[in-house]
């Protein structure tokens, strides 16, 4: 081992110096978002001010205030990359909106690469002038993708559960910005574990309105509710497949908890796991063939990989006294969790095949991690005093956030699929 | 009976289509039949004994002291028409294996009052898990008085 | 094929006599106590190349300089009654990997100040444990300006490449060199590869 560490230091080896670079800066990619030519539109904010607040969401960029800005280029020819270099701006959004049909606005819109000195991306956009918001969360998206490689997700969804007072449970799904809630269902008795079908067009829940924990289905489109039929047997911990065929969720015969399989299309119920410790807390693989669960058939909980087609069981965390509630990445490959130890929880992600888990929450009532479809944010529950709220941060750690709370405690975040 | 709405909302989505597929290779599910509800219409007991049970953190066995406890219990418990045990957990850590470990705590509960005679048929077990905390502060103090099982005779 | 091989072979054996050297001290022990007299300097040397490869700072390299001349006095002083020949020979091969030592503390310090220079400005994008590298050639003049650089090996994955490419674009001059030896210059930096790499866990 030694021989080979001073072989690769030395630079008298034949082959040409090579230095690893591997940090990376602690500063975040600066952004600047200039005024579109024509964009002030009576009764409504400017589109790069939408933008601005969509890109900048999650702290993954840093934005150049617009009176900061050395000039408002509109177009290719009046942009000096050298400009923006000098104030350090890594990426550049211009853009221009035909107004002339009041009833259809026309925006073409250019990202420039500061570093590279190009365009990333020209693109073109029209929409109804009372669209604005959604245009711009189209705009945001082609633009963060073209950046980060990553999908845009402003305009995915959260689901989550509000505990304004004692008795008092409600479900409600918003904007992932947070604006334009709504209520979805509204009980005196718990609430748990929202879940989104694949389409975005129906929510899966738990609520103990007749006594006891059970399945509700609701359609968003129409209010419409039904159970899972399981005569009476306590079910929990829905989660839909993927593929929208299944719901996975945990149901208790004499006091067993296991993982089962709800056929959407025909009503089956079939049973996956059969073990007298605690199975639950199902989550689907991206591919729908696997499911992680908790279990504590160890003696304590612990997360366990199912393949579906063969029930073989593989055993995925070894460190820690308290591992549970995963949910795996949209690459299938890493997984976040609940990672508890002497007490203290913290959300943590684990690469399925290594043993390392890496904490990466601060706070220690973390849980409930839910994934942006693009696999770069985590929202989370966690507790301050006797208040729940939501909190955030991006995988790289170089950015943290909390949600606006309103009254009472906030729980249980579920990040909606994309829908293209 | 509890109060419950449903708001109807609409909301615009698109629609998404996915490939992928579930092999369907499982056993087929024997339903139990489901439990009746004796103790609804039922008058509650009012029996001078503490009526909670109290756990270790992530356990669901019993102590000494609460085997002691509901001990006093068992001839009140043969009597009563219907029990009803609702298990608790403390906040800490997650809230579905939460549920799931106060369904153990109440059924470690329930053995324990049929081994010492009393009819399986009339007890009824729920889980709330995390979800009714009896003291909502963070502290052990608290967490020690939500980590509980609560016995209703009726 | 054959140089290269000679050329690896001798390399290696090179490398092992110094690493035995820098970390056995066998040498000195050996005569250790048949010269009392030998100022303890010396045997203190080997050590600190060993210290110094490994965290190479511009003090330190000063430092060994100063005692690397002590030791070039001492092999001068040809009337030193208590070096035989043994004593000599070992001297001076400790004066050659000295010799060794220097460059590659001289490289390693520029090297380091380099990365330094790059992670500070490489705007490394947001992903979760993907093991992927871009490597790209860089030709540098001795006064430090950047002559040109090129993809080498691609990532596959634009953004992380463009990201890289953006950080070498984002400087021009790398000032690191400018002091450096010439030889050790054109062995080492005239033209080079960075490595940009994403680690998973």
Request: charged residues 25%; glycine residues 4%; proline residues 4%.
């Amino acid at each position: 081992m030694f021989f080979l560490f001073f072989l690769i230091l030395s630079p008298l080896s034949e082959s040409k110096l090579k230095i690893e670079i591997t940090q990376g800066s602690e500063t975040l990619p600066k952004i600047a978002i200039v005024p579109f030519r024509n964009e002030i539109l009576s009764g409504s904010k400017s589109i790069s001010s939408l933008i601005e607040a969509n890109m900048t969401l999650f702290g993954e960029f840093n934005s150049l205030k617009k009176n900061e800005m050395l000039s408002y280029p509109h177009s290719e020819e009046n942009f000096y990359y050298r400009d923006w270099k000098l104030l350090e701006v890594d990426f550049v959004v211009i853009g221009n909106v035909d107004n002339s049909n009041l009833n259809n606005l026309d925006i073409n819109y250019l990202v420039f690469d500061v570093g590279l000195r190009k365009i990333i991306l020209k693109g073109d956009i029209s929409g109804n002038p009372n669209e604005l918001e959604q245009i711009s969360k189209i705009i945001s998206n082609r633009a963060y993708q073209s950046i980060t490689g990553l999908d845009g997700v402003f305009n995915t969804k959260l689901a989550y559960i509000l505990n304004p007072s004692k008795n008092s449970y409600k479900i409600y799904i918003s904007d992932i910005d947070g604006s334009d809630e709504q209520l979805l269902f509204n009980s005196s008795s718990p609430l748990m574990s929202p879940s989104w079908s694949a389409d975005r067009k129906k929510l899966a829940y738990v609520s103990f309105e007749k006594g006891y924990p059970e399945i509700y289905i609701q359609d968003l489109f129409t209010g419409n509710r039904s159970s899972i039929d399981t005569l009476g047997m306590s079910n929990s911990a829905p989660v839909w497949s993927p593929n929208s065929k299944y719901i996975a969720f945990v149901m208790s015969m004499s006091g067993n908890p296991d993982i089962y399989l709800y056929n959407l299309r025909n009503k089956k119920i079939s049973r996956l796991t059969r073990h007298y410790g605690i199975d639950t807390e199902p989550a689907w693989s991206p591919n729908s063939k696997k499911l992680l669960f908790t279990s504590n058939r160890s003696g304590s909980p612990q997360i366990y990989e199912l393949i579906i087609s063969s029930g073989r069981i593989k055993r995925i965390t070894l460190d820690g006294d308290y591992n549970a509630r995963a949910r795996y990445f949209p690459n299938g490959k890493d997984i976040v969790l609940v990672h508890g130890n002497n007490g203290i929880f913290h959300i943590a992600t684990k690469n399925l095949k290594s043993r390392f888990i890496n904490s990466i929450s601060k706070t220690s009532l973390d849980e409930s991690p839910t994934i942006s479809p693009n696999g770069n944010i985590i929202i989370y529950a966690t507790k301050k005093k006797t208040q729940g709220f939501l909190a955030g941060l991006t995988i790289n750690g170089k950015s943290k956030f909390t949600l606006p709370v309103q009254e009472g405690s906030v729980r249980e975040p579920a990040w909606s699929p994309l829908v293209n | 009976m509890k109060k419950k709405s449903a708001v109807f909302i609409l909301v615009t989505f698109f629609i998404t289509s996915c490939t992928t597929t579930v092999s369907d290779k499982v056993t087929s599910l024997d339903y139990a039949s489901a439990e009746s509800d004796i103790y609804v219409s039922a008058k509650k007991l009012e029996i001078n004994l503490s009526d909670k049970i109290y756990f270790n953190f992530d356990k669901a066995s019993l102590t000494s002291d609460s085997k002691e406890l509901i001990s006093e219990y068992i001839n009140f418990a043969k009597n009563a028409k219907a029990i009803r045990l609702e298990g608790h957990c403390d906040e800490r850590g997650t809230r579905e294996y939460n549920l799931a470990l106060g369904e153990k705590r109440a059924i470690e509960v329930k053995n324990y009052l049929i081994i010492k005679g009393v009819s399986s048929s009339k007890i009824k077990v729920i889980s709330y898990g995390e979800e009714k905390p009896e003291k909502l502060r963070s502290d052990e103090s608290s967490w020690k008085k939500n980590r509980r099982v609560e016995i209703s005779l009726f | 094929m054959t140089n290269f091989s000679i050329g690896f072979i001798s390399s290696l054996v090179i490398h092992i006599l110094l690493f035995l050297f820098l970390t056995l001290d066998f040498s000195l022990k050996n005569t250790k106590e048949n010269f009392s007299s030998i100022p303890i300097k010396f045997i203190s040397l080997s050590k600190e190349i060993k210290e110094i490869v490994a965290m190479p700072q511009k003090k330190s390299i000063k430092k060994l300089e100063s005692n690397a001349q002590s030791l070039i006095e001492v092999i001068k002083t040809k009337d030193e009654p208590i070096l035989d020949i043994f004593a000599q020979e070992n001297l001076k091969t400790e004066l050659n990997n000295f010799n060794l030592a220097k460059e590659n503390m001289e490289v390693q310090l520029r090297i380091n100040l380099i990365q330094k220079r790059i992670n500070s400005v490489w705007k490394k994008p947001s992903m979760i444990n993907q093991d992927i590298q871009v490597e790209i050639t860089i030709n540098l003049a001795p006064s430090g300006e950047i002559l040109s650089f090129a993809l080498l090996n691609s990532s596959k994955n634009k953004v992380f490449d463009d990201s890289a490419l953006a950080a070498i674009s984002n400087i021009s001059f790398l000032p690191e060199v400018i002091n450096l030896d010439r030889s050790y210059f054109e062995k080492n930096f005239r033209s080079f590869n960075l490595v940009f790499k994403s680690i998973g866990n």
